[in-house]
């Protein structure tokens, strides 16, 4: 009965994201037969290479999800982290309010029913996050300070502020003492959730601090090498810069010329519109930063508001109903999750019958699944 409700909630989540995309559908095909003169003349070929480099460019980001969970130790299938990635994508992009908040759930759920420390799965979905933040303020900073939108001593200083403040942070987040703090409060939240197992429930109830240890000292693991962070970084910058350039060809596709410092700042526009989470996806803002940016430029209104919808319609749209396919695919496919109790949970002693079969069988062998 617990599985079925399980799946029946999994499917309503489906239908609710494309329920979204439905909505925005219309919306769509309204824009595209108004500007049908503008479409008539699109270059296929220049679509086809911006939706590989928008595939591209969320491969990269869950390529660097993967690098940090070999950083902690897990070593997962590239399909499998991808599968996840991709599914995530479409329910942070697509929920309304919720959207971040469901993806990191599903992410680190999904993680764990591939064997995956709890701990460690959760710490490496924000890890993975924080990283491509800090990334992106950097590419930005530089960008507009290449375009002359800043002067370049406003943009280095800007550039080491952001390096300084996310060196602090990761340093206090490797104090035990700063961490435990932080995940007490944590496991205090998460002993009065409701639907939690009872018995992990009670033990971190009855113990909270070995709860906290045994948490801080799983998430200490994850401390990338010098070389794994480079690799980290190049990843995110990756992603980014392959994003950027599906915006690129967005353009080239329509064959009207924009200058590049336009489209960095028509870029950052649809990014922070998407960060700002009110609506899913940042639907409206993101379209109208980039289409008041293309605007300003001297674009004509016509091929502006043509350039928006090619390239939302590839990376958020398009990236939104793949994921949705991926996550629709993956509630049959993936592995059954066995819950297995707290480690400071007590344990029930096993019958006579029971431990002779344990040991006629031997110790059982784990391994990491699809």
């Not at 990376?315 to 592995?335: E, F, R, T």
């Amino acid at each position: 009965m617990r599985q079925r409700v399980r799946t029946i909630a999994q499917w309503a989540v489906v239908l609710g994201g494309l329920g979204v995309l439905g909505w925005q559908l219309p919306v769509l095909v309204s824009e595209a037969g108004r500007l049908g003169a503008e479409l008539a003349h699109l270059r296929w070929g220049w679509v086809g290479a911006a939706v590989l480099l928008g595939v591209g460019s969320l491969a990269a980001y869950g390529e660097l999800h993967r690098w940090l969970l070999i950083a902690g130790g897990v070593r997962l299938p590239v399909r499998t982290v991808q599968a996840i990635n991709f599914a995530e994508n479409a329910l942070s992009t697509t929920l309304p309010a919720v959207g971040n908040a469901a993806g990191f759930v599903y992410a680190a759920y999904q993680l764990r029913k591939r064997n995956v420390d709890v701990a460690l799965a959760a710490w490496s979905v924000v890890l993975s996050g924080a990283v491509a933040t800090v990334v992106l303020m950097l590419l930005g900073i530089a960008g507009t300070g290449g375009v002359g939108q800043i002067q370049p001593l406003v943009a280095g200083a800007l550039a080491g502020g952001v390096v300084l403040t996310a060196w602090a942070c990761w340093a206090v987040v490797n104090r035990p003492s700063a961490l435990r703090r932080c995940l007490l409060a944590v496991t205090w939240l998460g002993r009065r959730l409701p639907g939690r197992c009872r018995t992990c429930r009670r033990a971190w109830m009855t113990d909270p601090d070995a709860t906290v240890r045994r948490l801080s000292d799983r998430i200490g693991l994850l401390r990338p090498s010098g070389p794994q962070w480079v690799a980290v970084a190049a990843l995110a910058a990756l992603s980014w810069i392959l994003d950027y350039l599906s915006l690129c060809l967005s353009v080239v596709s329509l064959g009207h010329p924009v200058p590049w410092s336009t489209l960095v700042l028509g870029f950052l526009a649809v990014q922070g519109a998407i960060a700002l989470q009110i609506f899913p996806g940042g639907a409206g803002l993101a379209e109208g930063g980039l289409l008041g940016v293309l605007i300003t430029s001297g674009l004509p209104a016509a091929p502006a508001m043509a350039t928006v919808l090619v390239y939302r319609a590839i990376n958020w749209l398009g990236l939104a109903a793949l994921g949705w396919v991926v996550y629709a695919v993956q509630i049959h496919l993936a592995p059954r999750h066995k819950h297995m109790h707290a480690p400071e949970a007590p344990t029930v002693p096993a019958s006579p019958r029971r431990t002779a079969r344990s040991r006629s069988n031997g110790p059982a062998n784990y391994r990491i699944t699809n």
